[in-house]
């Protein structure tokens, strides 16, 4: 079973509706991160959590990490085609490994 | 600006043949690794290492080699291909304990037929 579930596995919406992407773990996270992937190219780092109960935002995009720092989402406001891709959430889990989610594949329809 | 450098970007290797990923950093990080990413799978560590001389295995190290010489470098090498390691390798570095960002090399593309 994976460390790390993320949800949905893809997502489709419509041009300029807001979405949410869910990373779980039954474990306590030290460190959350936030990487996005356009089809056939490399990883792009978004964003990095570590402290209960932060939020962290850039552009249309904000993370949390919840309070118990087992769950981390990802909220997209207002998205655009240039959203579309891959989110993979990461995870230091006190392992010395950063364990991934299976990523969500975010498509973005006119 | 390098960053994290792979080579080579894509690769066709016939069953049975070795070869080596290459990936350097130039960031005088001391945490590196190798994943591998195939569909619905996600990103699966195969090798990583904390410091020169030190190298352990992740999730899927099966079939594969790592040394790790310098703080620089880190080869991923494929002993004897086999069509399962049809994938995308990913290498990443960064700096130890929690807090540094994690920086990714752009992929390397692999196909054993």
């Known amino acids: 079973s994976q460390e790390l579930e993320q949800s949905p596995q893809s997502l489709i919406v419509q041009e300029g509706k807001n979405l949410t992407i869910n990373c779980t773990s039954s474990?306590?996270?030290?460190?959350l991160y936030w990487y996005k992937q356009k089809y056939g190219e490399g990883l792009i780092f978004l964003m990095m959590l570590q402290k209960g109960g932060e939020e962290k935002s850039h552009e249309k995009i904000t993370a949390k990490l919840d309070e118990k720092k087992q769950q981390s989402s990802l909220h997209i406001t207002a998205s655009q085609p240039s959203h579309a891709g891959i989110y993979l959430c990461?995870?230091?889990?006190?392992?010395?490994?950063?364990?991934f989610g299976t990523g969500t594949r975010l498509t973005i329809i006119p | 600006n390098a960053g994290v450098t792979q080579t080579p970007k894509f690769q066709v290797l016939k069953t049975g043949q070795s070869m080596t990923l290459q990936c350097a950093q130039d960031m005088n990080h001391e945490y590196m690794s190798w994943y591998r990413q195939d569909p619905g799978m996600g990103l699966r560590l195969i090798h990583y290492?904390?410091?020169?001389?030190?190298?352990d295995q992740g999730e899927v190290p099966n079939g594969y080699n790592v040394s790790r010489s310098t703080t620089e470098d880190f080869p991923l090498r494929l002993l004897s291909a086999a069509p399962s390691q049809t994938s995308v390798y990913f290498c990443?570095?960064?700096?130890?304990?929690?807090?540094?960002?994690?920086?990714f090399g752009e992929g390397s593309w692999l196909t054993v037929v």
């Open positions: 290492s904390v410091g020169a001389g030190i190298t």
């Open positions: 474990k306590t996270l030290y460190g």
């Open positions: 990443a570095s960064s700096g130890t304990g929690s807090g540094n960002t994690i920086y």
């Open positions: 990461g995870a230091d889990i006190g392992n010395e490994k950063l364990t």
